[in-house]
């Protein structure tokens, strides 16, 4: 057992975060953490250190910076969702055991045995990614701000990172941050992923941009200069500063275009911020009056933003003494939004009383839609699928088709993950059972669609819920196609069987109220007749008589003070201890006593080797019964002098059947009676009774079969549990 690590006041290191709050959780971890090494060698606190400053630069919320300290302490505590609860609140609790589950998948994505294994497991961990964001926004950035952490500490202390993981950071976190447009951490996960994998070709690059950097430096200055001295003469109030040349975009654009790096040309950029859309046109005309624009390299993301909701415009200018720059003209709202991306973005918009969970957030629809949308994307990419996301009926590919899983969106951008082949009955039960129940409708992309069109990834759903109401029994057919999931059939029929064992419940209840009504017992309590007869609930008991599995003479008995009434079966008699009936030889010895008239219980119908206890009547001898009869318990308790000890004698030559009862319930379908008797047939056991009952598509089934041993009873049960629709098979 852990003990739980000491409270804030136990910690007095220095840190970067300074929120009291990220205060708290770090002091909380110290104890735990302190002298914990990663598997990347990085001390744990460290890592969680350098984790928080990385996420206050994304824009972060003080909570998701805790959960960077706390999401490292859940190996080391006893209960940690509890844990961490009690001291910090259920939505940080689950936020750090969310994202270390995901640490944990993360590692076993690594290292497959060759490359197709490996982006199978890369496919796997962005799924669970996406799951995760889309629970909670900040879990992407936790995990993007960590992995970006991991490779710092590999850069600076030189120590070589595994191939898998590098493979990773390029494959998954790169594309993550991308497509959450959290591009200076793209940019970075990038060039540091590049530096440790390919090291010769990083520093080849980095030294010719260094040996040009006096050149290239002054000239930016120059161009700075000139700019925005032509911007002040237009009265634009502009910033304009350099930007930096990232290595590995410099190395792709080498790779793409097959160039030396003396062909780059385009190594100078400049940035140019401004106050509002119209000044971004405004400076984009000084700029292309003031020097030789690029047709061909023009992008105008403002009119068209990306998909990932980046915007800015791009241009590219030669200078008259021949210098190629590349400018970015941009609001300060669209800067902050590239650097810190959508996810940051979108957390800091919508935080509030209802915290950022994706099921309870109420900002920007289509914002929303299209970053879970990206997400999707990105999953399909990596998968090996580059088809854009389907229309609400378009035909699937066969490349898709050998994906088993889909994701959908809810109108809240909500990721549901879900079989192939799914309906939108399916998508309700998934959300909730009782809009499941509730499902008359729904829309895929705003258009109304068949409740069975199989789904496709990346569609919308919005259920058309009735007020009130239940499922169709048609959805039960499986040739309708309304249901794909097992859980989602599982939770129609037990809507059904509820139904019916109400209707069985109400059926009892007035059997048992018209006899108390014959017997003048009307002043006696349902409740207290229960217990008298052995049940827990009033319910029980009507549930059992409405079934016919409880007599009413057994009940008119207890009511007229008669324990011995349960007990109807035909006499045994027993002669030297050896009970003989229709010629066969019986079991039962009374134990003391000579030749006894006996008779074997109709209520539990006793056989060896059960457990058996006997009760002296008054006109029949003495009863037989299973020692865990409830009706045996009932009588002994009211008449102890009255019950004797019997037990089981040996075999004779002939073997004693003794009939035993089963009960059956099952959905009610076409040849499940053969099919069960069947079942009886070829384990040779004979039925000498058949009760059948259907209401509401559900069967009731009692047999009677001959056994001369209990003993036989567990096979084929369990056989019978086998067959198709059998949804339980018990002995009474």
Same mark, same amino acid.
């Given at each position: 057992?852990?003990?739980?690590?000491?409270?804030?006041?136990?910690?007095?290191?220095q840190?970067?975060?300074?929120?009291?709050?990220?205060?708290?959780?770090?002091?909380?971890?110290?104890?735990?953490?302190d002298?914990?090494?990663?598997?990347?060698?990085?001390?744990?606190?460290?890592?969680?250190?350098?984790?928080?400053?990385?996420?206050?630069?994304?824009?972060?919320?003080?909570?998701?910076?805790?959960?960077?300290?706390?999401?490292?302490?859940?190996?080391?505590?006893?209960?940690p969702?509890?844990?961490?609860?009690?001291?910090?609140?259920?939505?940080?609790?689950?936020?750090?055991?969310?994202t270390?589950?995901?640490?944990?998948?993360?590692?076993?994505?690594?290292?497959?045995?060759?490359?197709?294994?490996?982006?199978?497991?890369?496919?796997?961990?962005?799924?669970?990614?996406?799951?995760?964001?889309?629970r909670?926004?900040?879990?992407?950035l936790?995990?993007?701000?960590s992995?970006?952490?991991?490779?710092?500490?590999?850069?600076?202390?030189?120590?070589?990172?595994?191939?898998?993981?590098?493979?990773?950071?390029?494959?998954?976190y790169?594309?993550?941050?991308?497509?959450?447009?959290?591009?200076?951490?793209?940019?970075?996960?990038?060039?540091?992923?590049?530096?440790?994998?390919?090291?010769?070709?990083?520093?080849?690059?980095?030294?010719?941009?260094?040996?040009?950097?006096?050149?290239?430096?002054?000239?930016?200055?120059a161009?700075i200069?000139?700019?925005?001295?032509?911007?002040?003469?237009?009265?634009?109030?502009?910033?304009?500063?350099?930007?930096?040349k990232?290595?590995?975009?410099?190395?792709?654009?080498m790779?793409?275009?097959?160039?030396?790096?003396?062909?780059?040309?385009d190594?100078?950029?400049?940035?140019?911020?401004?106050?509002?859309?119209?000044?971004?046109?405004?400076?984009?005309?000084?700029?292309?009056?003031?020097?030789t624009?690029?047709?061909?390299?023009?992008?105008?993301?403002?009119?068209?933003?990306?998909?990932?909701?980046?915007?800015?415009?791009?241009?590219?200018?030669?200078?008259?003494?021949?210098?190629?720059?590349?400018?970015?003209?941009?609001?300060?709202?669209m800067?902050?939004?590239?650097?810190?991306?959508?996810?940051?973005?979108?957390?800091?918009?919508?935080?509030?009383?209802?915290?950022?969970?994706?099921?309870?957030?109420?900002?920007?629809?289509?914002?929303?839609?299209?970053?879970?949308?990206?997400? /999707?994307? !990105? %999953?399909?990419?990596?998968? &090996?699928?580059?088809?854009? =996301?389907?229309?609400? +009926?378009? #035909?699937?590919?066969?490349?898709?088709?050998?994906e088993?899983?889909?994701?959908?969106?809810?109108?809240?951008a909500?990721?549901?993950?879900?079989?192939?082949?799914?309906?939108?009955?399916?998508?309700?039960?998934?959300?909730?059972?009782?809009?499941?129940?509730?499902?008359?409708?729904?829309?895929?992309?705003?258009?109304?669609?068949?409740?069975?069109?199989p789904?496709?990834?990346?569609?919308t759903?919005?259920?058309?819920?009735?007020?009130?109401?239940?499922?169709?029994?048609?959805?039960?057919?499986?040739?309708?196609?309304?249901?794909?999931?097992?859980?989602?059939?599982?939770?129609?029929?037990?809507?059904?069987?509820?139904?019916?064992?109400e209707?069985?419940?109400?059926?009892?209840?007035?059997?048992?109220?018209?006899?108390l009504?014959?017997?003048?017992?009307?002043? /006696?309590? !349902? %409740?207290?007749?229960?217990? &008298?007869?052995?049940?827990? =609930?009033?319910?029980? +008991?009507? #549930?059992?008589?409405?079934?016919?599995?409880?007599?009413?003479?057994?009940?008119?008995?207890?009511?007229?003070?008669?324990?011995?009434?349960?007990?109807?079966?035909?006499?045994?008699?027993?002669?030297?201890?050896?009970?003989?009936?229709?010629?066969?030889?019986?079991?039962?010895?009374?134990?003391?006593?000579?030749?006894?008239?006996?008779?074997?219980?109709?209520?539990?119908?006793p056989?060896?080797?059960?457990?058996?206890?006997?009760?002296?009547?008054?006109?029949?001898?003495?009863?037989?019964?299973?020692?865990?009869?409830?009706?045996?318990?009932?009588?002994?308790?009211?008449?102890?002098?009255?019950?004797?000890?019997?037990?089981?004698?040996?075999q004779?030559?002939?073997?004693?059947l003794y009939?035993?009862?089963?009960?059956?319930?099952?959905?009610?379908?076409?040849? /499940?009676?053969?099919?069960?008797?069947?079942?009886?047939?070829?384990?040779?056991?004979?039925?000498?009774?058949?009760?059948t009952?259907?209401?509401?598509?559900?069967?009731?089934?009692?047999?009677?079969?001959?056994?001369?041993?209990?003993?036989?009873?567990?096979?084929?049960?369990?056989?019978?549990?086998d067959?198709?629709?059998?949804?339980?098979?018990?002995?009474?």
């Amino acid at each position: 057992m852990t003990p739980n690590p000491p409270g804030p006041q136990g910690a007095s290191a220095q840190h970067p975060c300074t929120d009291a709050r990220v205060a708290q959780a770090r002091a909380y971890s110290v104890a735990l953490i302190d002298t914990v090494v990663l598997e990347t060698g990085e001390p744990a606190l460290e890592h969680a250190d350098g984790v928080c400053v990385i996420l206050a630069d994304m824009g972060a919320d003080a909570e998701a910076q805790a959960a960077a300290y706390l999401n490292l302490v859940v190996p080391h505590l006893a209960h940690p969702q509890d844990q961490l609860r009690k001291h910090f609140g259920d939505a940080l609790a689950t936020l750090a055991v969310q994202t270390r589950k995901l640490v944990e998948v993360s590692r076993m994505a690594r290292g497959g045995p060759d490359e197709a294994e490996l982006r199978r497991r890369h496919t796997e961990l962005l799924r669970r990614l996406l799951l995760g964001f889309s629970r909670d926004l900040r879990v992407a950035l936790l995990r993007l701000a960590s992995r970006l952490q991991s490779l710092r500490f590999f850069t600076r202390t030189k120590n070589p990172a595994p191939a898998a993981f590098l493979a990773e950071s390029m494959e998954v976190y790169a594309p993550l941050a991308n497509r959450l447009g959290i591009w200076q951490v793209k940019w970075e996960i990038e060039d540091l992923s590049f530096r440790l994998s390919q090291p010769a070709i990083y520093k080849d690059i980095a030294r010719k941009l260094d040996e040009r950097r006096a050149e290239r430096e002054q000239g930016i200055a120059a161009a700075i200069v000139q700019l925005q001295t032509e911007l002040q003469q237009q009265h634009l109030r502009a910033q304009v500063v350099g930007r930096p040349k990232h290595i590995y975009s410099i190395w792709r654009k080498m790779q793409g275009k097959h160039l030396q790096f003396e062909q780059v040309m385009d190594l100078r950029a400049l940035r140019i911020i401004v106050a509002d859309v119209s000044a971004c046109y405004a400076a984009l005309s000084v700029v292309h009056a003031l020097w030789t624009s690029l047709p061909e390299e023009f992008d105008d993301y403002i009119a068209k933003p990306k998909p990932n909701g980046y915007q800015s415009l791009h241009t590219v200018v030669r200078t008259e003494a021949g210098q190629i720059f590349e400018i970015q003209i941009r609001t300060e709202s669209m800067h902050a939004y590239a650097e810190q991306g959508s996810a940051a973005h979108w957390a800091y918009k919508e935080a509030g009383a209802k915290g950022y969970q994706g099921q309870s957030q109420a900002g920007d629809y289509q914002s929303r839609i299209a970053l879970a949308r990206q997400l /999707l994307a !990105l %999953q399909q990419e990596l998968a &090996g699928s580059n088809e854009p =996301a389907p229309t609400a +009926l378009a #035909e699937p590919s066969a490349e898709q088709e050998t994906e088993d899983r889909i994701f959908v969106l809810t109108p809240q951008a909500r990721i549901v993950e879900l079989a192939r082949g799914s309906t939108a009955v399916d998508f309700a039960y998934a959300l909730h059972t009782d809009l499941g129940h509730r499902c008359r409708g729904a829309r895929v992309d705003g258009a109304m669609i068949p409740l069975t069109t199989p789904l496709r990834s990346g569609q919308t759903v919005e259920i058309v819920a009735a007020k009130e109401g239940g499922p169709s029994r048609d959805w039960l057919n499986a040739e309708l196609g309304y249901l794909r999931s097992p859980r989602a059939r599982a939770k129609v029929r037990a809507w059904f069987n509820q139904i019916a064992q109400e209707e069985t419940i109400a059926k009892g209840r007035a059997q048992v109220e018209r006899l108390l009504q014959r017997e003048g017992k009307t002043s /006696l309590s !349902l %409740q207290t007749l229960a217990d &008298g007869l052995g049940f827990r =609930a009033a319910d029980e +008991l009507f #549930e059992r008589v409405g079934k016919d599995e409880f007599s009413q003479r057994q009940i008119e008995a207890y009511l007229r003070a008669d324990p011995s009434a349960p007990a109807l079966e035909e006499p045994v008699q027993l002669t030297n201890g050896t009970a003989v009936r229709k010629k066969q030889a019986g079991q039962v010895l009374v134990v003391g006593m000579g030749s006894l008239l006996t008779q074997l219980a109709q209520c539990c119908k006793p056989a060896p080797p059960d457990a058996i206890g006997g009760f002296v009547t008054r006109e029949k001898g003495v009863t037989v019964h299973r020692a865990s009869c409830q009706n045996f318990r009932n009588i002994a308790a009211q008449h102890p002098e009255r019950v004797i000890a019997v037990t089981w004698a040996g075999q004779d030559d002939g073997v004693a059947l003794y009939p035993i009862d089963l009960e059956v319930s099952a959905n009610d379908r076409q040849g /499940l009676l053969r099919d069960i008797s069947d079942v009886l047939a070829k384990e040779r056991i004979n039925v000498i009774g058949v009760n059948t009952r259907s209401a509401a598509g559900l069967a009731q089934m009692r047999f009677t079969v001959q056994l001369a041993s209990s003993a036989k009873l567990k096979r084929a049960l369990g056989l019978i549990a086998d067959v198709p629709d059998v949804l339980k098979a018990s002995r009474k």
